[in-house]
């Protein structure tokens, strides 16, 4: 109550409130206390789920981004202290614990508090500690002695669970518990809260389900079209009903009429594709505006990259003298500890010039040390401007006062996908700073592809439904049966919110197979032709097609093999050109980079002045020299004016034309000398379907009941696995697990099931399989490194082709490996399963050179399968992931006692240079 009501209110009122705050304050002391501490007033969801955690029971807290959930938290954190109990404060990404861990060292003072990730440990006894999921996991498989005392576990960002790769931890935290702890779950707004509550209330009891909708600071939507922005909608009725502002839909049809009249000339690529404004013209309006600091999401890191340079180029500047001044000032200290020479392979300078004038990219290949700094410039309100990934979505604490979303298309390493309501949610959430700004603003760029109306429903639909990822893993089930017994576990397993949800999905399903069913029947009788069995016919024209297919697939291979050896041949002031892709045209090869890495990958300068590695992949012929020209023994190809020099050359060079060699077979020419082919094309023209006048149409419908049926399978095959399929997987995962002697007939954890039970990995099998038959007993330091980098790379993309790695021990180890992943694959099939990943050989080389102690350039210069340099970030990310299958490896219960120092070796030999400064995030 303000100062002017008490002087409005009448001695009766003020006499009321008082009694009634006294009353609360006897109610619910706690929360009193709590809140007594705060410099600000709680909302009112926040009052609800404090109070019931003081009422003892769980709470569900499903809130918008920004709208102050880990409040919640932080009161368990004060109940535990208050009890004289503990507290753990569990968060999915290290640089969340680290922000969590200074936070509450702030407020309780570093000896209350401590910190548990995969890189430190600190005061790990202290009553509260903030901890990734996985270390509290870890923790409940070994009994540890620290869960005594435990009353509170937070499990702050708990929609993680849907995560495919770790969302199942999660689950296992929630399941695996004491009952006595109280958990608290705080979630983004989930459009399933209340299966997900069901589901709590069964595993933990009483769970509080707190779910608000409402926004701290309110958000407005717009479009931005070419250099007019648009409201979405004309308020806040219109936004539920998903009505869009008819000036909006005027203007983009007027807008639609002037692309299709203009053709090319509208501001589109050289291809014709409309590419909308300059992203400098889109910083300048939201200055303009008032709208920065904002977040550009830009779903590609180059093109973040692309944006800065794009920015820089325009002469853009958002900072003051005083502001660049401190920004240098923070830089420097930031980045002290970096080497020189380190710097310059990073980009240092030209990062630097970004963020003196405001302008930084953020995504994950960049240095973690880097892109820190890029946050807490932001964060000061320095760094104006920042071009995104949607990474950047996920956890840090990095609000702004607008959001741009540039496209609502993204690739999620398979293909390219328009944005769900929820990822829409989760990236506008951004917009808009508690206590500083009025209200957040959501801006997306328009396209003529991109109707207002598709926008409106994203941003107006709240269906962002939690699904689990969990499945059982062979690490899992040695520490279950381990620890509660076969029977006991498969019991755990059913009550996982996997099961429950799979439950309730059966009976959808089943209605969509029958559903699916009529229509083929329909379709079949579409297909029905007079002169024969059509389905016969159509049966033989599908195995044609995949006949050809594979044919063509070998005929790439070859001319792949053929276009590898010629890239051999190559020397230093070779001209090439480089057939397709975007660096098509003229290049001289600077350095042949054939040292020994079996694949070649070429230094080259392209004619537009690009200096970069270039592989096979870019060639689908051999290559010819049809050219030489001297490269100066000190060139540079970092240096801008060294490449303008190099490249004039170009065109001063006198071609010879290239030597007509003896081409392969074209695909066409293999096809037509294919026995098997021969014989179905011949089986399809005798058949008599293949003399019916309406034969194409028939194929048509043919070919819609073979994609229907085969998606008809796959349900089918969906409703007979959901059935009780967790506890099923589980007892194929104990059968292999028996018969490869990790689990006794008994159905006891063996000495080798215990070794299993510590390895926390993907590939959990295949390490164990690696340490019990002896596969890394004779490898020095960096060979360990390179043989383990294989069990936990995965490419970004698939490569066609399999890497080099370093000859002699290494390709031992490497080819032992695989031979226990194809025998182990074999013993999967057999069972069922398909748990392991085939190893990735594409970081071998760089983190056997890293280990050797190369420099940062040659090794970031050797990762197979990449078109130039690996990103600094994705290096320091994999090789951290190296580091901790190492630590693993040195603490192994069971593994070889060389094996062991061997490991601790590596650690050493790797953490040097960007691994020494880089604490990932």
Not at 229 to 248: C, G, I, N, S, T
Not at 266 to 284: A, H, S
Not at 734 to 742: A, H, I, S
Request: proline share 4%; charged share 25%.
């Amino acid at each position: 109550m303000s100062g002017n009501e008490d002087i409005e209110a009448s001695p009766a009122d003020r006499y009321q409130a008082a009694r009634e705050r006294a009353q609360k304050a006897a109610a619910q002391p706690a929360l009193t206390e709590f809140v007594d501490e705060l410099e600000f007033e709680l909302d009112p969801f926040q009052i609800d789920a404090c109070a019931a955690l003081e009422r003892g029971t769980g709470v569900l807290v499903c809130a918008p981004t920004g709208a102050g959930k880990t409040v919640v938290g932080e009161f368990a954190v004060h109940l535990a202290l208050r009890q004289g109990r503990k507290c753990f404060y569990t968060t999915p990404i290290k640089a969340l614990s680290n922000q969590k861990y200074n936070d509450l060292v702030q407020r309780y003072g570093a000896e209350r508090v401590g910190l548990l990730t995969g890189d430190n440990a600190i005061n790990g006894d202290a009553p509260v500690v903030v901890m990734t999921t996985e270390v509290l996991r870890n923790m409940l498989y070994a009994g540890s002695a620290t869960l005594q005392g435990l009353s509170y576990v937070v499990m702050d960002e708990v929609h993680y669970l849907a995560d495919r790769f770790r969302g199942a931890v999660w689950e296992e935290v929630i399941i695996h518990l004491p009952e006595s702890v109280t958990l608290v779950s705080l979630s983004a707004t989930v459009s399933n809260a209340e299966e997900f509550a069901d589901w709590l209330v069964t595993v933990r009891g009483e769970t509080t389900v707190v779910v608000s909708e409402h926004r701290p600071v309110p958000l407005w939507q717009h479009m931005l079209i070419g250099k007019r922005m648009f409201d979405l909608f004309h308020d806040a009725e219109a936004a539920q009903k998903h009505d869009v502002h008819p000036e909006l839909l005027r203007y983009h049809r007027e807008m639609l009429r002037r692309v299709e009249m203009a053709g090319g000339d509208l501001r589109r690529g050289k291809r014709g594709r409309w590419t909308g404004p300059y992203r400098q013209e889109i910083v300048e309006r939201l200055d303009r505006e008032g709208l920065l600091p904002a977040i550009l999401f830009i779903f590609s890191r180059a093109a973040c990259d692309a944006a800065v340079q794009q920015c820089l180029g325009a002469g853009l500047r958002l900072t003051g003298p005083d502001e660049r001044a401190e920004i240098r000032t923070i830089v420097e200290e930031r980045t002290k500890h970096i080497p020189s020479e380190d710097l310059q392979v990073l980009g240092y300078w030209e990062w630097l010039d970004g963020l003196e004038r405001g302008l930084a990219a953020h995504h994950a290949g960049m240095l973690p040390a880097f892109k820190e700094v890029v946050e807490e410039l932001f964060v000061r309100g320095l760094v104006k401007a920042v071009f995104a990934t949607e990474t950047l979505a996920l956890g840090i604490n990095m609000p702004a006062r607008c959001v741009v979303l540039e496209r609502l298309v993204k690739f999620n390493g398979e293909a390219h996908v328009d944005l769900t309501p929820g990822e829409y949610t989760q990236l506008t959430g951004r917009a808009g700073r508690r206590g500083i700004d009025v209200e957040g603003h959501a801006v997306v760029v328009w396209a003529p592809e991109l109707d207002p109306r598709h926008v409106a429903g994203l941003a107006s639909t709240r269906t962002y439904p939690l699904k689990s990822s969990f499945r059982p893993s062979y690490n899992m089930a040695v520490n279950l049966v381990g620890s509660v017994g076969s029977a006991a576990a498969r019991e755990l397993l059913e009550s996982s919110f996997a099961q429950f949800q799979a439950d309730r999905s059966v009976v959808g399903l089943a209605r969509q197979v029958q559903r699916n069913t009529e229509t083929m029947a329909t379709y079949a009788g579409e297909m029905a032709c007079h002169l024969g069995d059509f389905e016969q016919y159509f049966s033989i024209r599908v195995a044609i097609a995949e006949r050809e297919k594979a044919i063509a697939r070998q005929g790439v291979q070859q001319r792949r093999a053929a276009a590898l050896e010629s890239l051999e041949r190559l020397r230093a002031g070779d001209v090439i050109r480089v057939p397709a892709g975007r660096r098509s045209g003229l290049a001289i090869v600077i350095d042949p980079g054939t040292g020994g890495f079996g694949e070649p990958r070429p230094l080259v300068l392209t004619e537009d002045r690009w200096a970069g590695r270039i592989s096979g992949a870019d060639f689908t012929q051999p290559v010819e020299a049809i050219g030489r020209v001297r490269v100066p023994r000190q060139f540079n190809y970092r240096s801008a004016q060294d490449r303008r020099d190099l490249a004039a050359q170009l065109r001063r060079v006198e071609f010879d034309p290239p030597e007509r060699g003896p081409r392969g077979r074209s695909r066409n020419a293999a096809a037509a000398d294919d026995h098997e082919l021969d014989t179905l094309r011949a089986s399809l023209k005798r058949h008599p379907c293949h003399r019916c006048p309406d034969r194409e149409e028939h194929a048509r419908w043919a070919e819609r009941r073979h994609r229907l049926d085969r998606d008809t399978e796959g349900l089918r095959g969906k409703v007979a696995s959901r059935t009780g399929s967790l506890a099923r997987t589980f007892d194929r995962v104990c059968g292999l697990l028996t018969d490869r002697g990790y689990l006794s007939e008994a159905g006891t954890v063996t000495d080798a099931g215990r070794m299993l039970a510590r390895i926390w990995s993907e590939t959990d099998l295949l390490i164990a399989e690696c340490l019990r038959r002896g596969v890394w007993d004779n490898l020095g330091p960096a060979e360990l490194a390179a043989a383990a980098s294989a069990l936990v790379y995965e490419a970004r993309r698939e490569a066609e082709d399999r890497a080099s790695v370093p000859r002699g021990e290494v390709t031992d180890a490497i080819d032992a490996t695989l031979q226990l992943w194809a025998d182990l694959r074999d013993d999967e099939d057999s069972h069922g399963l398909q748990l392991t990943r085939e190893p990735d050989l594409g970081f071998v080389w760089p983190v056997y050179r890293w280990a050797r102690g190369e420099s940062l350039t040659k090794v970031l210069g050797s990762v197979h399968g990449l078109e130039g340099d690996m990103p600094a970030g994705d290096f320091v990310r994999w090789s951290r992931q190296v580091l901790d299958l190492l630590g693993q490896l040195a603490e192994a219960t069971g593994a070889p006692d060389g094996v062991r120092r061997t490991a601790r070796q590596a650690m050493t030999a790797i953490t040097r240079g960007v691994l020494a400064y880089s604490v990932l995030g």
